[in-house]
């Protein structure tokens, strides 16, 4: 362990009056084995279900017949997609507006959708029950393959969509496509390369599941799920299952990650609650890892055309793209409704350029709905991936340096804020600083020296770049919302009579740390320590409304609603503290958690005496209500956009064609830090997410549409063996808009290392001649890339 | 979380009781150890047994390593941990240390078994890679006795070994000969995989430093792992050099059936074949040359 | 079937049935839900637990297998309230994020720590290469191991 590691250990003991390096206030009970998650909770009489799922991609389900499970006497429900037709419930609605089988009625649609299940009294039985059931199928073709899905004659997926003729989901474009093309036309240079995102799984280690307790007296729903949007999920069972939502409480207690995965509303959630209705107790369902990755929301899965237009010495002129997106069987897509694309539009990444277009078709295919999941940004992940590896094949072409074709083209810190070809408000960079701080910590002239050595001698070295402007925090309510819920976040903070204080949040935390973060938030407002604060969340009763913690939009959303909630109360403090000190407000000077008089800081009032007036005894200035609280619901007024560079260096064995990741370097800017530790936690993992992306994880089928990745000894996960001691570093540039100036960081660096890592292996097979390669990049497709063979991984 | 169907668990405490036990419940019953390759297959209910007899009290008599003259001898409850912490093992074959630094992870190694390695004969395993490469021979326990199989009538076929119902594999020998070196080498998509490809060699050499014999087994190329004579004949008496091995590398490549699947393509699997040929071979016979073992 | 073992230093006796994993032993009828599951095939390791001092995955561990022997769960890992150094260590150097895999990887490294007291990061790799972290990167929980073998209180290492 080198010296600058354990002084970090002696900073950790710092404990901050607001930001900087502190311990998380929640670790003292996970790493006692008393975190609280969903499987943890047991209720008195609770029964446990069991899903039964379709063996077939495409299929018509012919009968069901359930009488055998249903003769087991710990089997209490059996409940199949005629039950629920019978109620109303065998279709829900999606988070893109589609609809989705909770149960299928009529037709299977992917491997693994749901197709009955099973109450029973132990968890072991339910499964020997799903045995027993007895469904026939008539096996239909399936549309396994994007490109086919659109051809004539394909089999029609969604025959239950009234009218639907073939499997087209959406068309989506962005830009000025003249514009681009005139560009393009009188540009020096033109590259194009075809780039496939492979749909991933953001396997988060807890898979998802539920316990519904539905009370028949009070009518009253209580349910503890694995939700990375409470509230959201609240007002959409309340519109699904008819239950008010006044009696509805969600619960999302401690989450075993999320990235994205816990955002959809699955029907495994929905099937507890009607388990739970039909057998009067509570019922538990809990997915088993298969069901995970066969079912849930996925990530990616586009094949994209990217095309840059640049002159002969480097200055970059447009970017065009033509995207087909894998929706699967339902478009589950969890993004803002405007935005079918998500955030893609921001495809120009950090370069200033004349022109950009964008034109996608989105299609249906036998394969599980999903698509915005896995840390992505929604879809900006794609987004970054298509520009930094357009830009690299750019350098390539044009036989330039990738670090000084990007420095020569970045957006200039005058030039904010800054309005993107696409129509996005970039807030706030600084770019050059960000790469020449990640080209110092890289040594980045030495590694191109040591490369140079190494390819006299047959040695495989590769240098990878990535530079990436991120859009987080959605959003302002006039652009963004879901299923007609702005995307705003509620924020509550009461102080006790004793300065000791509670704020209440409507996101929640999957292990970001939330208790700790907004703890310093408030503690920077109005100078109440970290310790003293009580931070609530993922609870609906407990908490105000608010849209959940995805999209990297907790800090810039609801950090922000934090950060205004405090000054509201500091705000109201200062008037009691004129009274408690009988000076003029306009007299008061505020230091972090006193008031003083102007010129006489022994004349003060700590937060804790405001406190304690405010609830106490004795009169309030005239005018004033008791007590110190105050409530807040924040509309941002735009999205925050971090930024940051990164450099891979890899080495590539010629004799196997094995890639090891020797070094990483990230330098992150996102903005106003709250929490370094916390920061540079969120980096390393999302570092590690690109190194499984890049080099390792892949869902993919065979053409049966047999999902080939249904467990974690197929579906890979980078080890502590695959990944180096990641090397970090930072530069600040402030949020304008966002009241402490912090922007998301939570999904950076999954957005922003696949690329960089990525270039890194196409630059160390340059000696092969190689411009491309297409991730996974597993040794024998690397071996595929140096022999000129590759081929897409769909 | 998957579960396995319901069966009745009985505990053997002795070879012979392990033997009687399986001797009485025939083919409805399955020996666990480790059970990492078991357990899994039960919970996905592509296998259901109605008995299961744990065998891990047979530690004491079946988990050992003998180094002997002229023989190694392994018992079949040996751990991977034990084969992997085994220095007097490493100094006879070096090769063991090499394959258990990559079987699987160092949770699972303290689990699985020698014995539950070979038995469960995946076409991927690499334990039954080092066995083969080894030349070793199996000692299987029933109610009539004891009787011995070499490595390839021990693997009748993927997932089919010569271990009848009734019987239980006890003990694995390895022959040792003067002056040999071995080696072991594995290709995985990430840590804890199976093989893409994985290849062991051992060679021997004469007094004049070349060739007294050599074996070259592979993994994940075929339907079982697989020994390769002709690589053997063609290295005896032969010098040690980069040629020889570059030969031997070409005869693995084309006597194997590699197929494509996942983990990566046939043509790809048959250069690792090859490339690992290679360097096992240049490994073990620097360490024979050494007298590394 | 009745099942005797010691969990955390005390014998428990219960009635189970043959086919329960010992994960669920664990976790449903003792209610130590410390030790969790991520995968049915042994792949992820947030289930480990000690068998006999051994880090093992409880999820491919019968109940029963473990009777007559002794089991030792992330919830034995503090003794008399005070928290052992490899708990300290995580906490120190943000070893965790979501919590999920810390139990697991907690009792691996304890058991990595008694075997060798000074691991090098290279070992500490190693030794948590069959657990899966989704969250940290796994760099802050090599520096949390080490901070648990530089900050080594002798007597809780036992």
Redesign the interface.
Known sequence: ?TDT?QRS?ED?DQKPMGFGRM??K????????????T??V?LPGMLHLAILRSPFAHARIVSVDTSAAAALPEVKAVITGADLAGLGLAWMPTLSGDVQAVLATDKVRFQGQEVAFVVATD??VA??AL?LIDVEYDVLDPVIDVRQALAEGAPLIRDDLDGKTDNHCFDWETGDAGATAAVFAKADVVVSQDLVYPRVH??????CGSVADFDPVEGRLKLWSTTQAPHAHRTLYAMVAGIPEHKIQVISP????G?GNKVPIYPGYVCSIVGSIVTGKPVKW?E???ENLISTGFARDYIMRGEIAATRDGKILAIRTNVLADHGAFNGTAAPVKYPAGFFGVFTGSYDIEAAYCSMTAVYTNKAPGGVAYACSFRITEAVYLVERIVDCLAYELDMDPAALRLKNFIQPDQFPYMSKTGWEYDSGDYEPTMRLAMELAGYDELRKEQAEKRTRGELMGIGISFFTEAVGAGPRKHMDILGLGMADGCELRVHPTGKAVVRLSVQT????HETTFAQIIAEEIGIAPADIDVVHGDTDNTPFGLGTYGSRSTPVSGAAAALVARKVRDKARLIASSMLEVSVADLEWEKGSFHVKGDPGTAVTIQDIAMRAHGAGDLPEGLEGGLEAQICYNPSNLTYPHGAYICVVDVDP????VKVRRFIAVDDCGTRINP??I??????????GVGMAL?EMI?FDEDGNC?GA????Y????????P??ETGFTVTPSPHHPIGAKGVGESATVGSPPAIVNAVVDALKPYGVRHADMPL???RV??AMRGTAQPPI | MQVPAPFEYARATTVDEAVALMGRFGDTARLIAGGHSLLPMMKLRLANFDYLIDINDLHGELGFIAVEPGVVRIGALTRHRELLDSAELAGVFPIFRDAERVIADPVVRNRGTLGGSLCQADPSEDLSAVCTTLDASCVIRGPLGTRTVSMAEFHRGPYETAVADGEILTEVRFPVRERGGSAYAKVERRAGDWAVVSAGSAVWLDDGGRIADARVGLAAVGPNTTGIPEISATLRGEEPSEQVFTRAGEIAARSCEPATDQRGSAEYKRHLAAELTVRTLRTAVARAARGEA | MQVTMIVNGDEVTREIEGRLLLVHFLRDVLSLTGTHWGCDTSNCGTCVVWLDGEPVKSCTVLAAMAGGHEVRTVEGLAVDGKLDPVQEGFIQCHGLQCGFCTPGMLMTARALLDRNPDPSEGEIREAISGQICRCTGYATIVRSVRWAAVNAAPEVTS
């Open positions: 362990m590691r250990f950790n311990l998380r929640e670790d003292p009970r996970f790493v006692r084995g008393r975190g609280r998650y499987d943890d047991q968890r072991y499964r020997d045995e953001p396997a988060p280690m807890e898979t401690d989450l075993g990650g990235f809990m088993d890892r298969s999957q292990g970001q740390g004799g196997t064609a094995v530790m916390i540079e936690g969120q980096v390393h993992g999302g570092l590690t997410d390792m993919s080939l467990s974690l000894m197929d890979l996960i980078p080890t502590a063996l695959e990944v001691d990641w597993t040794p024998s071996w595929d």
